[in-house]
């Protein structure tokens, strides 16, 4: 699976669109994007994914680049229930959701 | 709430114990999972099972047993652990394996201390 990129941490203030950005040059085209977050001492929470298109449901929306190698995920309103790590992960052929470091996003008032 | 359910959520054991952690889904998936995450350090695989079978074993130290006595349970049982086997366990599931577009939902997590 291609390996991705993240910032260790962000800051976002209550109300405003957090953009958490994840970079995977070497994505390859059958490869789906996903975002987990997890919330401190929880397990992770399922956000959204996708392959090519931008997508969006009632928690986010996930925007991909035309090449693929880069996307960005948009919480439009940020809450501060809304701070947690949170995961971009490539995958393809597997069920193996690989995790890496993440990015921590602090929520502040 | 995601459907899935882990018990105990806290557990404290000596090195000579033997202690089982449960797992229950309520989504009606036929694969589950369980992972460690260790402090400040990313979630690790550690086994899969689809339709109750085995199908993935990342290494894992033979202390650590799984049981899937059906699609909707999964047991993670321990014996004669080390101090460096505290970590959170999560179980996961999803609707099916070796499927890319599966989605897995998480559990709230074992909170496990060997003393």
């Known amino acids: 699976d291609a390996k991705t990129t993240q910032p260790p941490s962000m800051d976002c203030a209550e109300g405003r669109a957090a953009n958490l950005p994840c970079n995977h040059s070497t994505i390859s085209g059958n490869e789906y994007v996903y975002w987990y977050r997890q919330i401190h001492s929880q397990g992770p929470q399922y956000i959204i994914h996708?392959?090519?298109n931008n997508e969006t449901n009632e928690m986010a929306s996930l925007i991909i680049t035309e090449d693929r190698k880069s996307s960005t995920l948009i919480l439009p309103h940020a809450t501060l229930r809304d701070t947690a790590v949170y995961y971009c992960i490539v995958r393809v052929n597997t069920d193996k959701l690989i995790f890496g470091t993440g990015t921590r996003l602090q929520v502040f008032p | 709430e995601t459907g899935v359910t882990q018990t105990p959520r806290h557990l404290v054991m000596g090195m000579t114990n033997k202690k089982s952690l449960k797992c229950e889904q309520h989504l009606g998936h036929n694969a589950m999972y369980w992972y460690k995450q260790s402090a400040k350090k990313p979630l690790e695989l550690m086994f899969v099972y689809s339709l109750e079978e085995r199908v993935e074993n990342n290494s894992v130290p033979s202390r650590f047993s799984p049981e899937c006595p059906n699609s909707s349970h999964l047991f993670l049982h321990l014996h004669t652990l080390q101090p460096e086997d505290s970590a959170l366990y999560l179980c996961?599931?999803?609707?099916?394996?070796?499927?890319?577009?599966?989605?897995?939902?998480f559990g709230p997590g074992t909170r496990l201390l060997v003393l």
């Open positions: 996708g392959l090519k």
């Open positions: 996961a599931s999803s609707q099916g394996w070796g499927r890319s577009q599966e989605t897995q939902y």
